[in-house]
């Protein structure tokens, strides 16, 4: 069997550009995604890391290049919280319903559907707050939501945009650990994020990304200054701490404030 046969999803030389006039999102962009995979997509922003996901959902049409799905792929899509309108007049277990790709289209579920959405609320930890409003949620608690809207549809591949944005720390380790169990069981997730340290050095891949793919493998092989000044742009430091990369601003002197002590201090 072919390394196409055996990937989800794979895109060859994809250039993609929007009627904008302001050049392509992407630029012969090749990227693979096997069964299990754990991918983070890492770059600034307009670097085209949305327009990646959007790739691979075949919501985008391609300037070139081409996408090979597995026949039968099951995607599901976690946009921004950022994006959703957390006023719209829906509880939990609605929001997660509105996700059914199959069985009857009438406006009330059947007794299936909703045993479905119990467990997957259940699973992640939700179970108590199918009747909430959407809006009276934590962030964490939003963001497992979502999550819960994209399995009830039994993906093979998960893909989140920004799934961290705009948390607090705590949480920020809740949707992770949350992940990770989840591509424990055998999910493939490729998630866009710009934390690079608390996000993307915890995952078993990174692809580094402005426009091109610049940089593809592990962390410790992905995470370094001459990677990192061709995707952002600016020179920054990787230093090891517990066996694992942190990225940190290289210090310049032109960056630092001066300060003058007022008189009479």
Known sequence: MSRAEQALVELRHVTCAYRTGDGPALVDVDLEVAPGQFTGVVGPSGSGKTTLLRVVTGTVPLSAGSVVRRRGLRVAYVPQVETVNWSFPVTVAECVLMARTSGRRLPWPSRAER???????????????GERHIR????????????????LGRPELLLLDEPTSGVDVRTRHEVLHLLDDLNGDGLAIVLT??????????????????????????????????????????????????????????YQPSNVVKMRRASGS
């Open 136 to 151: 009276e949620l934590s962030g964490g608690q939003q963001q497992r939501m979502f999550v819960a809207r994209a399995l």
């Open 115 to 129: 045993a479905e959405v119990a467990a997957v609320l259940d699973r992640l930890e939700l179970g108590d707050l």
């Open 193 to 250: 994020t710009h934390d690079l340290n608390g996000i993307a050095a915890h995952l078993p891949h990174l692809v580094c990304l402005n426009k091109q793919v610049l940089g593809s493998g592990a962390p410790r092989d992905v995470l370094t200054p001459a990677v990192l000044e061709r995707t952002y742009g600016s020179t920054m430091d990787v230093l090891e701490h517990g066996g694992m990369p942190i990225v940190v601003d290289q």
